[in-house]
C-alpha cells in the first residue's frame, strides 16, 4: 500500500469521525488505568459496569487498598478474570504509592513495570491520558491493519512498528482510536461489513462482503 492511500484511508476516519476516543469511562489517569487493566478478555461494556460502582467508592490508588482484596473483588467480580486483576491491581496501587507519590507515570518503562500492565496498556495510557502519539495494537487494529493492507505483520509488535513508521503524522495521536473502532463495529473478524465501509475502495482485502 502506498503513502497517498494510507493518507486517503486516515482521511476519511477522521472525516467520519472527527475526535475518536477510547470507549472505557475515565475522569482521571488512575481511572483509566484501572479501567485498562480490568479490561483484558473482556468487553468495554462489561468494564464501565464494573467501574460505574467501583469509581465511586475508591478512585485513587490508596482508596483501593483500603476497600482491601476482598472488597476490589466484590465490586469487580462481574468481569473475566477478576481474581487476578484484583491481585494486580492491589499491587499496582501499591506501587504507585511507593514509587511514584500515587500518581500514574509517564514512561513507558515505568508504566510497563507495573503488575497487569503490557505494552498495548502503556500505550493506552501514554496515548490516551497523556497526548502520547502512541499506537497500541490489539486484535481489532492486528485484523484491520493486516485485512487492509495498512501495515500487515505477523505479530503485534511487527504491527505497531509497522504503524508508527507509516501512518501520517497528522493522524497519528488518533489513529489507534480509529482503527479500533473501525474494527469493532465495521471490519469485523468473521463478516466484515464491507458495503458500509467509508474506505471500502481503499481497502485492498480481496474477500470483501457486500452486506452494510
Not at 504509592?97 to 518503562?109: I, M, N, Q, S, W
Amino acid at each position: 500500500m502506498n503513502a497517498q492511500k494510507r493518507y486517503e484511508i486516515f482521511a476519511r476516519l477522521r472525516e467520519h469521525n472527527p475526535e475518536p476516543t477510547t470507549e472505557l469511562n475515565w475522569e482521571t489517569p488512575f481511572e483509566l488505568l484501572v479501567a485498562v487493566l480490568l479490561s483484558a478478555q473482556a468487553t468495554d461494556v462489561g468494564v464501565n459496569k464494573a467501574t460505574t460502582r467501583l469509581f465511586p467508592l475508591a478512585n485513587t490508588p490508596q482508596a483501593i487498598l483500603d476497600l482491601g482484596l476482598d472488597g476490589l473483588k466484590a465490586q469487580i467480580k462481574t468481569i473475566g478474570l477478576y481474581n487476578t486483576k484484583a491481585e494486580n491491581l492491589m499491587k499496582t496501587c501499591r506501587l504507585l504509592l511507593d514509587k511514584h507519590g500515587g500518581e500514574v507515570p509517564r514512561t513507558r518503562a515505568a508504566l510497563e513495570a507495573l503488575p497487569g500492565v503490557g505494552r498495548k496498556t502503556a500505550n493506552v495510557i501514554l496515548n490516551t491520558a497523556f497526548g502520547e502519539p502512541t499506537i497500541a495494537v490489539d486484535t481489532h487494529i492486528f485484523r484491520v491493519s493486516n485485512r487492509t493492507g495498512i501495515a500487515k505483520g505477523k505479530n503485534v509488535v511487527e504491527v505497531e512498528q509497522k504503524l508508527l513508521r507509516h501512518v501520517p503524522r497528522e493522524f497519528r495521536q488518533d489513529a489507534h482510536h480509529w482503527l479500533i473502532l473501525h474494527g469493532r463495529y465495521t471490519c469485523l473478524a468473521r463478516k466484515p461489513r464491507c458495503g458500509s465501509c467509508v474506505i471500502e475502495d481503499l481497502c485492498e482485502f480481496k474477500e470483501k462482503v457486500e452486506i452494510g
